[in-house]
Nanobody, 124 residues
Framework: QVQLVESGGGLVQAGGSLRLSCIAS????????MAWFRQAPGKEREIVTA????????DYADSVKGRFTISRDNAKNTVYLQMNSLKPEDTAVYYC?????????????????WGQGTQVTVSS
């Protein structure tokens, strides 16, 4: 079955940087879109960014544009999230996810496969 394992979260001061990683297994990684979602306390899980199977298409939430960068290494079955200029409002549990089918999608309902999440806390 599909397994996703995130790493790289932690505590950082506002203005700092973190890099999250997610290693996937269980199917052909290079065929599928990958995405990062986040969920803050008391809020719904929201998409942060997504990257197409080849890496040629990316999309970002307005709140992170210009600060976060998604990338992938298909040879390593890994997707990354570089987060710069972090703000306290970026504090959340960050989840790696992938959709059931090939093709591009950013709709949360089409993502049945999730990692366990990694906590990112940004102090002011």
């Amino acid at each position: 079955q599909v397994q996703l394992v995130e790493s790289g979260g932690g505590l950082v001061q506002a203005g700092g940087s973190l890099r999250l990683s997610c290693i996937a297994s269980g199917r052909t990684f290079s065929w599928y879109t990958m995405a990062w979602f986040r969920q803050a306390p008391g809020k719904e899980r929201e998409i942060v960014t997504a990257i197409s199977s080849s890496g040629g298409i990316t999309d970002y939430a307005d709140s992170v544009k210009g600060r976060f960068t998604i990338s992938r290494d298909n040879a390593k079955n890994t997707v990354y999230l570089q987060m710069n200029s972090l703000k306290p409002e970026d504090t959340a549990v960050y989840y790696c996810a992938t959709p059931k089918s090939t093709g591009w999608t950013t709709l949360k309902g089409q993502y049945p496969y999730w990692g366990q999440g990694t906590q990112v806390t940004v102090s002011s």
